[in-house]
């Protein structure tokens, strides 16, 4: 998506950096560069392990952070701007999708945050859980009853601190409390500045029986179907990483070193394991730049790959572990033979289906106005309230195709269970299509469809043995007739929404020439084909296998096959991508995971 430039013009005389972590240069690094445990990532997910482990003051932690830091950037703390933070920005890797055959051969950006909090400080906050049906199929095909729901919503009380809204509305009837957890870390928080839409949207869920009213969003114990308000994870009008909770409450414990610009350029060998054919990985490569000295930092107990499910698979062919023929394509030698390393990948699509509403009560003509923007952006600074400190969105929800589609007839149901969504709905007050900006005039609403439970499957490989070189990602998009059928109907569905009396004389109809000629099931496929891209919840590059299965990358305890030392922890184990937006369950995967370590250091 793309902001007019004026907003980007208003917003850049506020991008103040300031650094505030340990060590911001790898230069900088003294001593000998031995720690218990090295973490590859201060993402979603690697500043979770680093407060965990660093709860025992005895414990050493190195974290290696190849973007820089979050702090002082203010499009990453007002959770409005999110969007302007990627793509083509330094916040972001700025990589792109190979050209995309189910998608006419495009290509487009593939977002993915470049900062210290990972993409926790780059998305767009929405935060849930998954479905309990999420849980117990990871739990079913890694042979771990530890991954069931039963064991991991424990871990919702320890990860979140639900929060009041910024501005104090009653909730009441707007989520559940018993499904949260009010003392954890990271804030999650409902909608704080109401829309003009959102009356319109309760309304017609009472209209529309195919969209019914869902009180809790989150997942897990109570289901995601249907339509309700977002929870996203912010707090007191501002967003909340993991930079700013995992990280800022353990920040200044005297085992933690966090390195800023530092890129991890491979995972080193350091020997045989202690059982028979594994190989040992406790050392990493990094250096701050292309040409700048590598330096080589050893674990006495583990290596964490946190870097997520492009970066992750990246630094695993790099490091020799991967497919050989494709290594010694690229003159890598291979240590562990896997041709599982890089594939599986799936993700979620986005579809944005645009409206042209009646009057001036969209956001666009705030963001049209340098005198509005302007306000809303001192407002935000000196308050922390209104339009910034609210997401980009109040209501969505999910839903299922009919159980009698007839595309069940040919394909098997690909959800996690019968209570699993097939396709998402997201409903924005303003004009948003990403990689197009706005047009000069008019008002618009956005009702996007997300393909939550695709069956296509696409690789992440090296475009070289240089590892400044931004890897080949190909999602393989839209490949199966399942995810062009659900992607169909899901734009068929939102018009049946959007014909609900309750938008009568508000919408006025479908924006754009294609979206509006489109009435054939030909002519809806050609649509989405041409303008779906990425809601960038990439999975499944390293996937998670039973102990004794000769395919997949990680165990059930998410140690590497093959190798002693390693462990991975990111949303790269997971073998089906979540029925959610991703950083919830990665939050969940990454608390266990520090059980997993803290245990395995016992035994």
Do not use: C
Request: charged letters at 15%.
């Amino acid at each position: 998506m793309q902001f007019p430039a004026l907003l980007s013009f208003v917003l850049a005389s506020f991008f103040v950096p300031s650094l505030g972590v340990t060590v911001t240069q790898t230069t900088q690094l003294k001593g000998g560069l031995t720690y218990d445990y090295i973490i590859v990532g201060g993402g979603n997910a690697g500043l979770v392990i680093a407060n965990r482990l660093t709860e025992n003051p005895k414990v050493t932690v190195l974290v290696l952070e190849a973007g820089v830091s979050d702090q002082g950037v203010i499009a990453a703390e007002a959770p409005f701007l999110g969007p302007t933070l990627t793509p083509n920005t330094p916040y972001d890797w700025n990589y792109t999708v190979v050209p995309q055959t189910g998608m006419n051969g495009r290509t487009f950006a593939y977002p993915r945050g470049r900062l210290l909090g990972g993409s926790s400080s780059a998305n767009y906050l929405f935060h849930q859980y998954g479905t309990d049906e999420d849980w117990n199929r990871l739990s079913s095909v890694s042979g771990d009853s530890g991954w069931s729901w039963a064991n991991m919503k424990k871990y919702v009380q320890k990860h979140e601190k639900f929060v009041p809204p910024v501005d104090g509305h009653n909730t009441t009837g707007q989520f559940i409390p018993s499904l949260h957890g009010f003392n954890g870390e990271v804030s999650v928080s409902l909608p704080g500045n109401n829309q003009t839409i959102d009356p319109r949207v309760l309304a017609a869920t009472k209209q529309v029986p195919e969209f019914p009213f869902n009180q809790d969003t989150s997942g897990g114990d109570h289901s995601v179907l249907g339509i309700g308000f977002l929870q996203s994870s912010a707090g007191g009008g501002v967003r909340s990483s993991s930079s700013t909770s995992y990280l800022a409450q353990a920040n200044n414990r005297p085992g933690l070193t966090v390195v800023l610009n530092a890129s991890v350029v491979k995972l080193v060998s350091t020997g045989n394991g202690l059982l028979k054919g594994n190989k040992a990985f406790r050392s990493v490569q990094f250096t701050s730049s292309p040409g700048s000295p590598k330096l080589t930092a050893t674990a006495r107990k583990e290596v964490i790959l946190s870097a997520g499910s492009v970066g992750t698979p990246q630094i695993l062919q790099l490091s020799g572990i991967g497919n050989a023929a494709d290594l010694k394509a690229l003159k890598i030698d291979t240590v562990i033979n896997n041709v599982d390393v890089g594939e599986n990948l799936s993700d979620h699509t986005l579809l944005p289906n645009l409206f042209s509403v009646q009057g001036d009560l969209s956001f666009d003509h705030v963001l049209r106005s340098s005198a509005l923007t302007q306000a809303a952006v001192n407002q935000w600074i000196q308050n922390k309230t209104g339009m910034l400190a609210n997401n980009v969105v109040n209501n969505f929800g999910f839903a299922r195709l009919p159980s009698n589609a007839t595309i069940f007839k040919t394909t098997r149901d690909p959800a996690a269970g019968p209570k699993s969504p097939h396709w998402e709905i997201i409903i924005s007050n303003f004009y948003f299509n990403p990689g197009f900006s706005t047009p000069s005039t008019g008002s618009f609403m956005t009702v996007v469809a997300v393909l939550i439970s695709p069956t296509s499957r696409g690789s992440i490989k090296l475009r070289s043995n240089n590892p400044f070189d931004k890897p080949l990602i190909d999602p393989n998009y839209l490949t199966t007739d399942f995810d062009i059928f659900t992607m169909r109907e899901g734009v068929k569905a939102i018009k049946r929404f959007l014909a609900a009396p309750a938008w009568k004389d508000y919408v006025i109809g479908p924006f754009g020439d294609v979206f509006s000629k489109a009435k054939t099931d030909a002519q809806i496929e050609s649509y989405a084909r041409g303008l779906t891209t990425t809601i960038f919840h990439p999975v499944g590059t390293a996937s998670m296998s039973p102990s004794n299965a000769r395919n997949g990358v990680v165990n059930p305890d998410l140690t590497v096959k093959g190798t002693e030392g390693l462990r991975i922890v990111d949303a790269s184990v997971f073998p089906f991508v979540p029925s959610t937006h991703t950083q919830g369950p990665v939050y969940l995967l990454a608390e266990r995971a520090s059980d997993l370590i803290k245990q395995a250091d016992k035994v």
